[in-house]
């Protein structure tokens, strides 16, 4: 019998894989930004001076703690019925930041591969890119406008067949906030959906 091909599982960094509690914020920025700045559109401010990026830089210190639910990721990475990839959106200067996160969480010891968005594109065109590059059968993100983006790109497929590997299902983890949106895969923690994973896509 031939042994089944592994899941690849691609996650967001901050917020999914790291706990981060300002997330719960996101919905106000986005009406914030499109009621009175106007600026309709999904588009990420990237930081131009010195000082921007040093406000950043402590921004993402609110990634403090690992998520609840990676030790479940780990043993199932490990258990190598999955391959699992980390794809953030950070921009190359947080990208030492980066790193010592991968260190810290043993990264090397469970993840197939890392990414970071070095050439500072935007974030959801980016993981587009590198959802499509590595042909990923499911992506784990917690920013609703990029999970809705995806969706409108058509590169998610929520009647998820295992043997299609040409659409990726979007698996979307949501905060109090924004738990009033409709969303099939909406799970609220990472260990929600490694659950989910673990029980309903793996054979």
């Known amino acids: ?39 309709k559109g999904l588009r990420f401010y990237y930081p131009q001076t010195g000082w921007e990026k040093l406000f950043w830089r402590i921004c993402h210190w609110s990634s403090f703690i690992e998520a609840p639910g990676l030790k479940n990721l780990i043993t199932l990475a490990q258990t190598g019925r999955i391959e699992a990839y980390v794809i953030t959106g950070r921009f190359d200067y947080l990208k030492n930041d980066f790193y010592r996160w991968i260190r810290k969480i043993s990264g090397d010891e469970f993840l197939k591969g890392y990414y970071h968005n070095e050439q500072n594109e935007q974030s959801h065109l980016f993981k587009e890119k590198m959802i499509k590059k590595l042909k990923l059968d499911i992506f784990v993100e917690d920013n609703w406008d990029i999970v ?30 924004d738990q009033q949106i409709k969303y099939k895969d909406g799970y609220p923690t990472l260990k929600a959906a490694i659950e989910m994973i673990r029980t309903n896509c793996l054979l």
């Open 1 to 39: 019998m031939t042994k089944a091909q592994p899941l690849r599982v691609g996650f967001d960094l901050d917020g999914v894989i790291l706990y981060n509690p300002t997330r719960i914020i996101r919905p106000i920025i986005a009406a914030f930004k499109n009621k009175v700045l106007r600026k």
């Open 148 to 177: 809705n983006y995806l969706n409108l790109k058509s590169l998610c497929n929520n009647k998820y067949k295992k043997s299609s590997r040409r659409k990726t299902r979007i698996l979307w983890i949501y905060n109090l906030f």
